[in-house]
């Protein structure tokens, strides 16, 4: 696989090319299921919390490009971006930062302990 340089502020007409058709009902559906899996969240693992949050912060990323992508000839794919997937991935970071706090302090009460 060979490595090739681009210019930051061209369009990577490749990737716009290579975008799936918007298909608004597959990505709400998708992100619905990533809400109700976190809604869902055990906090006695936090770690395991951490790790799915990494996950659909991932995934909700790739979504994010992806829409960005088709923006131009798809006025829906904006709204969901800004009005959907954004508040979906403050949800997922704020999850993930309530897991870490979790974490350290649990750390601390171990520290405590000793």
Not at 37 to 44: A, C, G, N
Not at 71 to 90: C, I, P, S, W, Y
Request: hydrophobic fraction near 45%; charged fraction near 25%; proline fraction near 4%.
């Amino acid at each position: 696989m060979k490595l090739v340089a681009t210019d930051p502020t061209e369009p990577n007409q490749s990737l716009a090319q290579t975008l799936p058709p918007f298909e608004g009902n597959s990505l709400e559906d998708e992100v619905i299921a990533m809400v109700t899996s976190i809604k869902t969240l055990d906090f006695s693992q936090a770690d395991i919390v951490m790790a799915m949050c990494m996950g659909y912060m991932a995934r909700c990323t790739e979504i994010w490009l992806q829409l960005l992508g088709i923006e131009g000839t798809h006025r829906k794919a904006k709204t969901f971006r800004v009005m959907h997937l954004q508040k979906v991935m403050d949800l997922i970071e704020f999850e993930y930062k309530a897991a870490s706090r979790l974490i350290e302090v649990r750390r601390q009460e171990v520290e405590l302990s000793r």
